[in-house]
T-cell receptor, first 116, second 114 residues
Framework: GAGVSQSPSNKVTEKGKDVELRCDPISGHTALYWYRQSLGQGLEFLIY????????KSGLPSDRFSAERTGGSVSTLTIQRTQQEDSAVYLC??????????????FGSGTQLSVL | GNSVTQMEGPVTLSEEAFLTINCTYT??????LFWYVQYPGEGLQLLLKATKADDKGSNKGFEATYRKETTSFHLEKGSVQVSDSAVYFCALSPSGGSNYKLTFGKGTLLTVNP
């Protein structure tokens, strides 16, 4: 597709279960970002991938969160032992490359995660 | 740390009304400033940006001027349309090596009635 694709669009899970959220960036984009939007809050940076460089994981809120990006394309965000406070919209974005002039980000529509 | 504060919504206007959504920021150095928009059912998309003081970003009739003296980046449009109904997010990108880490405001929901 032409845009950033995220799946699933909605995920309902029980507390304590693991979940995987998927992001397909725009083809050719080397930079990929994950953000989280909790109810009534702004978007919160989680993790950043750029090419083959080590990712910046400084925004991950706990060690229950992890992410990988395979082959420089698709990314998966995994949340282990989900808690109710993990309920949020998880947004993925990609950009053509990282430059000092702040490359334009293209966002997916997000995954709405609800932890019961 | 960096932060962005934008006026809380929701904002409801009639078509052709003047729009202002206030945004102020806290950051060290010289951040870049952005407005992103999220239309119903769609992902966030960049509306406009300004990368240095006194720059004016503009797009689709919207404008915002980077005011370092007041640390502000208010969004304005002279005559809104129903199709402008969306959530608007102000954001900053810090200067320096971590400028990929955008800091966003909480968003302002705008509804324009015919």
């Amino acid at each position: 597709g032409a845009g950033v694709s995220q799946s699933p669009s909605n995920k309902v899970t029980e507390k304590g279960k693991d979940v995987e959220l998927r992001c397909d960036p725009i083809s050719g984009h080397t930079a990929l970002y994950w953000y989280r939007q909790s109810l009534g809050q702004g978007l919160e940076f989680l993790i950043y991938f750029q090419g083959n460089s080590a990712p910046d994981k400084s925004g991950l809120p706990s060690d229950r969160f992890s992410a990988e990006r395979t082959g420089g394309s698709v990314s998966t965000l995994t949340i282990q032992r989900t808690q109710q406070e993990d309920s949020a919209v998880y947004l993925c974005a990609s950009s053509l490359f990282y430059t000092a002039t702040n490359e334009k980000l293209f966002f997916g529509s997000g995954t709405q995660l609800s932890v019961l | 740390g960096n932060s962005v504060t934008q006026m809380e919504g929701p904002v409801t206007l009639s078509e052709e009304a003047f729009l202002t959504i206030n945004c102020t920021y806290t950051a060290t150095g010289y951040p870049s400033l952005f407005w992103y928009v999220q239309y119903p059912g769609e992902g966030l998309q960049l509306l406009l940006k300004a990368t240095k003081a006194d720059d004016k970003g503009s797009n689709k009739g919207f404008e915002a001027t980077y005011r370092k003296e007041t640390t502000s980046f208010h969004l304005e449009k002279g005559s809104v349309q129903v199709s402008d109904s969306a959530v608007y997010f102000c954001a900053l990108s810090p200067s320096g090596g971590s400028n990929y880490k955008l800091t966003f405001g909480k968003g302002t929901l705008l509804t324009v009635n015919p």
